[in-house]
């Protein structure tokens, strides 16, 4: 049964009940224990677009409100009602929508949405609500009507969005329903509410948004145009100035007035030649590389010491993508409240968050861009904690390895514990006179243990992405044998860090899923996986995301948990705090400055409870600080 509640309507139907009152919706929705909510919206930004419709109700009843004409603040007391649950398809999107129109929260959600992606990660199926409802309901519904609310400005709505709007609402519950029972089958309903209630956390962050000081951000990306520029010149000067390139130089040149030969030839080779064009920069390139196919990142990498202008090209690429990406083009992201807000793809196949509209996980980790991100007004700070080493502990609980743990534990500098064992003599006679390493097993600053420290250092991370021996050759700018005989003795020396790995893939490629950690193991299927695959090739990238997954996804789960304590803490107690980011193992907030070192102390507890959640050793910690702007 339809109820539609309006007072500006003239719609008048048998098929549906009209109301002009809230009344007897919430006196329904007050003896339920689940109900459906959703929204309908003119656009995807619930800063300058408009809540139309809420509808709410279960299988026997559907409620679609006109938001424009009813005052939704009584729909408050349904909404931040712990005991009843609130089934919505992505429900950041309608959290948004409502908490701005409506000014309150939503507590106790089942998002259709995340379930899904819980059991379906790894697959690249549509999660879309049109998607689930053929599959679990098999029913094949008409989305087209949604397009009719796009920049609406009439409040009377036609019986077919009436009915459209109520039709999602009646498909939630049977889908949860039916999804309940896989998420039994495959042991998932811990990290199905974590990732419920996280879902209220990103969502806070989305509607906090970050301020940008956007002066500021248009003066770095000034700044990284006139190192383009630099890099370009200095890449045509290379063409110029070397006889492997002379069929690139113009044949003739006509002298201007003004011009001499030089400047009239560099002004003629630019017109000519496009360093953005991949195409003439292959044929370029292939004068030093003849069998060179691609002038991708990747590719050339394994040739960059051929010749510097390689070099040079992969630098100004990176400038390039840089500015194209956090250059001007990244006004339009920046709402009318002067904030941008971005999305949070909460689940992605490791279980990480993803960030898009803008990407603000891909903006450079250096304080050049973050410090644009200020605070509201001046009387708030940051106030940001990420843990120490998360990936490292994770490994190091996961192999039990005893010298990992003991160098985590005590304090001690683990990469440069590792490279005095790996390199052992060469180690030793790096040593400087009163190496602080010798001392305590701290970062010292004797120069030939800071290259062997990186070495150690950038293994010690790629063993969670799975580096090859190539990557660590391209990483670190040595051969490959010489990245082979690293790695080769890394494991020799630390074997039961090979064995945990080892473990792990294997794993995956025997059984076509891996798990994170206990109390959440969450699963990562593999969709090209069967139980008879000899394709050398899947093999090798199953066994290697099987690696990296465990490690990544279960240092997502406990970023989660962290996130749901800090915003349990600040709603309960009525904090002056808000989430404004996270960017995989940070959580950044902003307080008021009068309340900030309590705050400080508060978070990193979080934090640190969080983390013991998943490892119960206590290995891990996190590291807070208070600021001005957003920082690293």
């Known amino acids: 049964m339809i109820t539609y509640i309006t007072k500006q309507t003239k719609l008048l139907s048998s098929e549906i009940k009209v109301e002009s009152s809230l009344d007897g919706c919430i006196e329904y929705c007050k003896s339920k224990k689940i109900l459906g909510l959703d929204t309908e919206t003119t656009g995807l930004s619930f800063v300058d677009d408009r809540l139309l419709l809420v509808q709410i109700g279960d299988k026997e009843r559907q409620y679609v409100i006109d938001a424009q004409s009813i005052e939704l603040k009584p729909l408050s007391i349904i909404l931040e009602d712990s005991q009843i649950t609130k089934v919505l398809h992505n429900a950041k999107f309608d959290y948004k929508f409502i908490k701005q129109n409506i000014r309150c929260r939503i507590d106790n959600v089942y998002d259709t949405m995340l379930a899904e992606a819980l059991l379906s990660s790894g697959k690249r199926l549509s999660l879309g609500l049109k998607n689930l409802v053929l599959n679990y309901l098999k029913i094949d519904i008409d989305k087209e009507v949604r397009g009719e ?49 996280a879902v209220l956390a990103f969502a806070d962050m989305e509607f906090n948004g970050l301020k940008i000081d956007l002066p500021r951000w248009n003066k770095v990306a000034e700044d990284v145009k006139e190192e383009i520029n630099e890099i370009l010149e200095k890449l045509y000067d290379f063409i110029l100035s070397n006889e492997e390139f002379k069929s690139f130089i113009p044949p003739t040149i006509t002298l201007s007035l003004f011009d001499d030969e030089k400047t009239e030839l560099r002004r003629q080779l630019k017109s000519n030649f496009n360093f953005s064009s991949p195409k003439q920069v292959l044929s370029l390139f292939k004068t030093l590389e003849p069998s060179l196919d691609s002038v991708n990142a990747d590719v050339l990498q394994t040739i960059k010491n051929i010749h510097s202008i390689i070099g040079l090209y992969i630098t100004f690429k990176e400038k390039e993508k840089l500015y194209n990406s956090y250059g001007p083009k990244f006004s339009k992201y920046i709402r009318s409240d002067g904030k941008v807000h971005t999305n949070f793809k909460q689940i992605v196949s490791t279980g990480r968050a993803a960030s898009s509209s803008p990407n603000m996980h891909q903006i450079p980790a250096t304080n050049t861009y973050r410090n644009s991100f200020v605070c509201d007004d001046s009387d708030w700070v940051f106030a940001s904690s990420d843990f120490s080493s998360q990936e490292l502990c994770i490994i190091a609980t996961g192999s039990k390895d005893p010298v ?76 490959l044998q010489t990245a082979e005989n690293i790695i080769n003795k890394f494991f020799a020396t630390f074997p039961k860090i090979r064995q945990f790995l080892n473990n792990l893939g294997k794993f995956g490629v025997n059984n076509g899923y891996v798990k994170t950690f206990p109390p959440f193991e969450r699963i990562r299927w593999f969709e090209e996986w069967t139980p008879q695959l000899d394709d050398a090739r899947i093999k090798s990238s199953i066994e290697r995301q099987s690696k990296n997954t465990p490690i990544q996804g279960t240092g997502a789960d406990m970023t989660k948990v962290a996130l749901v304590l800090i915003r349990r803490l600040i709603i309960l107690n009525d904090l002056p705090v808000k989430l404004v980011m996270t960017v995989h193992d940070q959580i950044d907030t902003i307080v008021h400055k009068d309340f900030a070192q309590r705050w400080k102390v508060l978070l990193q507890k979080m934090m640190e409870k969080a983390a013991e959640r998943v490892l119960e050793n206590g290995l891990l910690k996190a590291e807070t600080e208070i600021s001005k702007c957003w920082k690293k």
């Not at 019986?159 to 495959?186: C, G, M, N, T």
């Not at 600053?445 to 150690?456: D, E, S």
């Open 149 to 197: 609310f796009i920049n609406k400005s009439m409040s009377d709505f036609t019986l077919q969005q009436v009915k459209y709007s109520a039709d999602d609402v009646f498909h939630l519950l049977p889908i949860r329903e039916a999804q309940i029972k896989l998420i039994e089958k495959y042991n998932l309903k811990s990290v199905l509410n974590l990732e419920n209630e």
């Open 404 to 479: 990992w743990i003991d160098a985590l534990t005590s304090g001690q500098d683990l990469h440069s514990v590792c490279a005095s064992l790996v390199f052992d003599k060469k180690w030793k006679n790096a040593a400087e006179e009163g190496c602080a390493y010798y001392i305590d097993k701290s970062v010292c600053t004797c120069a030939g243990h800071k290259k062997l420290r990186t070495h150690a250092k950038t293994v010690n991370f790629g063993l969670a992405y799975g580096m090859s021996a190539q990557k660590l050759s391209d990483t670190i700018g040595v051969s």
